[in-house]
Nanobody, 119 residues
Framework: QVQLVESGGGLVQAGGSLRLSCAAS????????MGWFRQAPGKEREFVAT????????SYAEFVEGRFTISRDNTKYTVYLQMNSLKPEDTAVYYC????????????WGQGTQVTVSS
């Protein structure tokens, strides 16, 4: 049974930082591309960042603007999202997801962690 469990969300003031973690189990983690997505109230879920199986390739949404960094530790079956210079518009539930292969759809999803940025 595949599980993705996010943690690290919380309330932070604008300009602050948070580090999200996503612990995976039940899948060969190092074979999977991992991603972070977010969904704000009343909005559709949107892409934030992805990282390939060995961490050598990453991609980010334009709104990240160099503020976020995705990374992974395959020995710990964990993917991270370091978020700096947070803005109120970053407030959302953040989800991690896993897919097998560049062309695949994200198949497995976590339950999400709430990030709230106050102004």
């Amino acid at each position: 049974q595949v599980q993705l469990v996010e943690s690290g969300g919380g309330l932070v003031q604008a300009g602050g930082s948070l580090r999200l973690s996503c612990a995976a189990s039940g899948l060969p983690f190092s074979s999977y591309e991992m991603g972070w997505f977010r969904q704000a109230p009343g909005k559709e879920r949107e892409f934030v960042a992805t990282i390939n199986w060995n961490g050598g390739t990453t991609s980010y949404a334009e709104f990240v603007e160099g503020r976020f960094t995705i990374s992974r530790d395959n020995t710990k079956y964990t993917v991270y999202l370091q978020m700096n210079s947070l803005k109120p518009e970053d407030t959302a539930v953040y989800y991690c997801a896993a897919k097998l292969g560049f062309m695949a759809q994200f198949r497995y999803w976590g339950q999400g962690t709430q990030v709230t940025v106050s102004s």
